[in-house]
C-alpha cells in the first residue's frame, strides 16, 4: 500500500465513572488546580442550577484550557452529600494528556521528540474504565505507544483506569481532541491511512488486509461502535472474522486482537 500524499462545547450530564477517583473540591482548591495544573484535570464537575461569578470564573477557565466541563444534577457530584464542594469538583487525571497540536508536532518533526513509529490507535468514546485500562495496557505491549482519546463522551484516564491498565498509562503518550473526526482528517492529509475496526462480517477480515504504512487503528465505544462520522473519515473499515453469528467480544479483546495481529507481521 502506498503512502498518501470542532466546535468548543460543553459535555452534558453523562455517565461518570465509579467513585473511587481523585477528587478534589471547593472553589479555591479547584481554581488553583485548573489555573496552575490544567495538564492534571481531566474533567469539571459543576453542580447544575448552581452560579456566582466565582464560579463561573473556574467555567470559563476550564474551558479555555481544554478542560471537559459537566454540568451534573447534586447527586452526581461524587462526593459524600455533607461534603461542601459549593457546586465544584474536579477529577484528576492519572496521567499527563498532551494536544492533538503536540502529536501533529512529532509527525511533522517539529517536536523536541519525533514521532518513531507510524502506528497509532484513536478511541472513540470508550466509556468503561476497565475498557479502557485494558485496551491502554494491550496498546503498549503491542507496540500503540501513541493514543488519541475523545475529550467529551469518553471515561476519564482515571485511577480506575490506570490500574487497570497495570501501569501502561505512565508509558504511553495521550493525546486528547476535541472532534476525533477533524483529527482524523488531518492525520490523513499527513500521509497515514485510517482503519477502523468494525462488528460487521461483509467488510474486510483483519487477516486478509494490508496494514502497511503509516496507520491509525480507530477502535469505537462499547455497543454502539463507531460514530458516523468518524466512520466516514476510515479509509477501510475491518473485522474479526467470527465462527459464529454472536458478536461475543467488547471494545478491549476487540482492540487486543486487532493490534496484536498488525503487530504479528512485524509492522
Known amino acids: 500500500m502506498a503512502g498518501r500524499g470542532g466546535k468548543e462545547k ?6 461518570t465513572p465509579a467513585a473511587d477517583d481523585d477528587l478534589i473540591w471547593g472553589i479555591n482548591a479547584v481554581r488553583e488546580a485548573v489555573a496552575q495544573q490544567a495538564a492534571t484535570v481531566s474533567e469539571l464537575l459543576v453542580q ?6 466565582r464560579l463561573q470564573e473556574i467555567i470559563d477557565l476550564a474551558k479555555g484550557r481544554g478542560i471537559a466541563v459537566r454540568f ?4 452526581r457530584m461524587r462526593v459524600a452529600r455533607t461534603c461542601r ?26 517536536g523536541e521528540t519525533p514521532l518513531p513509529a507510524p502506528r497509532l490507535l484513536a478511541l472513540d468514546s470508550i466509556q468503561d474504565p476497565r475498557n479502557l485500562g485494558s485496551i491502554l495496557r ?26 487497570t491498565s497495570a501501569g501502561a498509562v505512565a508509558h504511553l503518550s495521550l493525546y486528547q481532541v476535541v ?27 483483519i487477516y486478509a488486509t494490508d496494514f502497511s504504512g503509516s496507520i491509525c487503528l480507530v477502535i469505537g465505544s462499547e455497543g454502539k ?33 486487532v493490534m496484536f495481529e498488525i ?3 512485524g509492522l
Not at 460543553?10 to 455517565?15: F, G, K, Q, T, Y
Not at 451534573?72 to 447527586?75: G, K
Request: proline fraction near 4%; include cysteine; glycine fraction near 8%.
Open 179 to 205: 472532534n476525533l473526526s477533524d483529527a482524523l482528517n488531518k492525520l490523513k492529509e499527513r500521509g497515514f491511512w485510517v482503519y477502523g475496526a468494525v462488528a460487521e462480517p461483509r467488510v474486510a477480515s
Open 85 to 110: 464542594h459549593q457546586g465544584v469538583v474536579a477529577r484528576l487525571s492519572a496521567a499527563k494528556l498532551l494536544s492533538f497540536a503536540e502529536l501533529l508536532d512529532r509527525i511533522d518533526g517539529a
Open 72 to 75: 451534573v444534577e447534586p447527586d
Open 138 to 163: 494491550s496498546a503498549l505491549a503491542a507496540g500503540f505507544h501513541h493514543v488519541i482519546l475523545t475529550r467529551d463522551r469518553s471515561v476519564p484516564v482515571t485511577g480506575t483506569v490506570a490500574r
Open 10 to 15: 460543553v459535555a452534558d450530564d453523562a455517565a
Open 263 to 265: 503487530s504479528r507481521r
Open 225 to 257: 461502535g463507531l460514530r458516523p462520522l468518524v466512520r466516514q473519515q476510515c479509509d477501510h473499515l475491518v473485522t474479526i472474522p467470527m465462527r459464529t453469528a454472536f458478536d461475543s467480544l467488547n471494545a478491549s479483546v476487540a482492540a487486543a486482537v
Open 48 to 53: 447544575r442550577g448552581k452560579g456566582g461569578a
